[in-house]
Antibody
Framework: QVQLKESGPGLVQPSRTLSLTCTVS????????VSWVRQPPGKGLEWIAA???????DYNSALKSRLSISRDTSKSQVLLKMNSLQTEDTAMYFC??????WGQGVMVTVSS | DIQMTQSPSFLSASVGDRVTINCKASQNINKYLNWYQQKLGEAPKRLIY???NLQTGIPSRFSGSGSGTDYTLTISSLQPEDFATYFC?????????FGSGTKLEIK
């Protein structure tokens, strides 16, 4: 059974760095790509980064300078780091396998 | 980046109605278009993949069509559980991009 579970700090101060973890089960990170998608409260969805089965990465061009995605295959985890956080980064952050399987998301609030 | 223009933003309909939701891409996306349903507080659920392929377990009242830049989701006979928000997603090229969503409400 494919499962993805996001974890993170919940509340982050402006200008700080956000670190999120997606822990997966039921599949191998060397066989499937995993992406991060976010959704501000009451708004639409934005695809922000992906790490593919071979380890290559892609980023949303609008956020690329602030993002880093990586993985630890031994722990079945995909890591997302976003620096210089602003209030506009407040959102639910989801990880997804391909375009089908999604985690339940983790809410991140940027506030002092 | 490919822009996805979704319409309408809001749709008010009754149980049993047939409804259509549209997405228009800013360039040809080669049928790499998915449709999702999202209910409040939940992750999106994929209904249709690659334009017209019904996800396993999704009722056959949902269907998709289109090609090139224009795509449509049709719900043939609305059921109470269908009232939700719907998004399209192009995955022809990265960054993948979503439509802005259609909120389907009970009339």
């Amino acid at each position: 059974q494919v499962q993805l579970k996001e974890s993170g700090p919940g509340l982050v101060q402006p200008s700080r760095t956000l670190s999120l973890t997606c822990t997966v089960s039921g599949f191998s990170l060397t066989s499937y790509g995993v992406s991060w998608v976010r959704q501000p409260p009451g708004k639409g969805l934005e695809w922000i980064a992906a790490i593919w089965s071979g380890g290559s990465t892609d980023y949303n061009s609008a956020l690329k300078s602030r993002l880093s995605i990586s993985r630890d295959t031994s722990k079945s985890q995909v890591l997302l780091k976003m620096n210089s956080l602003q209030t506009e980064d407040t959102a639910m952050y989801f990880c997804a396998r391909g375009t089908k399987d999604w985690g339940q998301g983790v809410m991140v609030t940027v506030s002092s | 980046d490919i822009q996805m223009t979704q319409s309408p933003s809001f749709l008010s309909a009754s149980v049993g109605d047939r409804v259509t939701i549209n997405c228009k891409a800013s360039q040809n996306i080669n049928k790499y278009l998915n449709w999702y349903q999202q209910k409040l507080g939940e992750a999106p659920k994929r209904l249709i993949y690659n334009t017209n392929n019904l996800q396993t377990g999704i009722p056959s009242r949902f269907s998709g069509s289109g090609s090139g830049t224009d795509y449509t989701l049709t719900i043939s006979s609305l059921q109470p559980e269908d009232f939700a928000t719907y998004f399209c997603l192009q995955h022809n090229s990265f960054p993948f991009t979503f439509g802005s969503g259609t909120k389907l409400e009970i009339k």
